[in-house]
């Protein structure tokens, strides 16, 4: 196995051309080993000492993600109202797709015919997707679901599917992204001990069957802890979960209607026994005190469609706290949105123009906000990111829910 030499000063990483200037001009400089016949690798930059919060960059055949990083979501392989160009310019590093919706509408096969999902919307990108589980016990209308697999009718047309974990893995090799997730089963917020357990040791059989299954080096494969509020499971989960974990490990089944005081308590028990070599990723979840307290718990990875689906009802995401558009109190409000927020809705248009889009239904009202709010979210991540790096990471969080509330 092939590897160089690098060294980190300060956070920074630097290759084995700049080794020698600066061991020569500074002291102290601790060298590491990167394997660079790795399609995927994790490292960290920084721990904070305060807290579980930590900046690292995960390395993707697609580009570099620095995290903590939240991911805008593009269920149908879009980020609803926004171009992808702008996506880039807001600083988007990865994006994510809907296995299950795009198995339904266009269908996988097409999206292989095109190339792949970096193709077919001409994202070049890191793009992950998620195994379809969730929208098959949320959206679908289910049928039944044994230890083999699940039987469902579409939500689209009603046509009957049967998609067991080697179907999903066959699906996400098709649509061709950088990461992607192991089926599992997500229980409801309020699931009982007995029901959370079956459903945790089925996800854990699944998993194994994905993890044979998928063969294909280009897609990272991250498997799913489940538990649903149950420390026990959330820890046996865990636990069995840790030989698949390669290069990354997911939790799911959080912020699915649970009060989020009870999330916080379940990533405080796990986080002392997370892997420390690949990234984390808690799924579904994105409001801006979430990313801040996620991230204070170790979390590297989040999403949400949040950003885009308030927007479109007309809410905005500010450093004081939520602005909704449409209140009579905007009419003749001709400032910015946010005036610490350099976005381009925010540089052009003024709370009254955005009000009068909003409450007249015109498509550019929400294409504007969900930039906004997409782009303060984005921006949030790399501030918070700059905060453990410079060793301000508690006073950070004190500042922004000082202006944001909480």
């Known amino acids: 196995m092939r590897k160089i030499k690098a060294i980190k000063q300060n956070g920074a990483s630097f290759p084995l051309a700049l080794a020698t200037f600066f061991t020569k001009k500074f002291l102290k400089l601790r060298y590491i080993m990167i394997d660079t016949t790795k399609k995927f690798w994790y490292e960290t930059i920084k721990q904070d000492p305060d807290s579980g919060a930590r900046a690292g960059v995960l390395h993707t055949p697609h580009g570099d993600i620095p995290t903590p990083i939240y991911m805008p979501v593009g269920t149908q392989a879009t980020v609803k109202g926004i171009l992808p160009r702008d996506l880039e310019e807001a600083g988007a590093k990865i994006i994510l797709s ?117 063969k294909n080096e280009e897609q990272a494969l991250f498997p799913i802890v489940q538990g649903n509020l149950f420390k026990d499971l959330r820890l046996k989960s865990l636990e069995a979960t840790k030989p698949f974990i390669k290069y990354g490990v997911g939790i799911g089944g959080l912020s699915v209607g649970e009060p989020k005081p009870l999330m916080y308590e379940i990533l405080d028990e796990m986080y002392p026994y997370y892997p420390t070599e690949v990234p984390r990723y808690l799924m579904g979840v994105g409001s801006p005190d979430c990313l801040i307290e996620g991230t204070l718990r170790g979390i590297d990875m989040f999403d949400c469609v949040l950003a885009t689906r308030i927007a479109r009802n007309g809410t905005a995401l500010t450093s004081r706290g939520k602005v909704v558009v449409r209140n009579g109190m905007y009419k003749e409000d ?64 004190k500042d922004f829910y000082a202006k944001y509330g909480k």
Request: charged share 20%.
């Open 98 to 214: 809907n296995t299950y919706h795009l198995y339904m509408r266009p269908g996988d096969e097409i999206v292989k015919k095109a190339g792949g999902l970096h193709s077919f919307m001409n994202w070049n990108r890191p793009i992950l997707t998620d195994s379809g589980g969730f929208q098959v016990f949320s959206l679908a209308k289910l049928n039944d679901i044994k230890d083999d697999g699940v039987t469902f009718s579409s939500n689209v047309d009603g046509s009957k599917h049967f998609i067991t974990p080697e179907k999903a893995i066959d699906i996400e090799n098709n649509l061709g992204a950088d990461i992607i997730m192991a089926f599992d089963q997500c229980t409801p917020y309020g699931a009982n001990h007995a029901d959370s357990e079956k459903a945790m040791y089925r996800t854990l059989s699944w998993l194994e069957r994905c993890y044979n299954h998928h």
């Open 334 to 397: 001709f400032s910015s949105l946010d005036p610490e927020c350099d976005c381009y809705c925010c540089r052009h248009y003024t709370k009254a123009y955005l009000r009068h889009l909003i409450n007249t239904g015109e498509m550019l009202g929400g294409m504007l906000l969900s930039l906004h709010n997409t782009t303060f979210l984005l921006r949030l991540m790399r501030n918070l990111r700059e905060s453990i790096l410079g060793g301000y990471t508690r006073e950070f969080a």
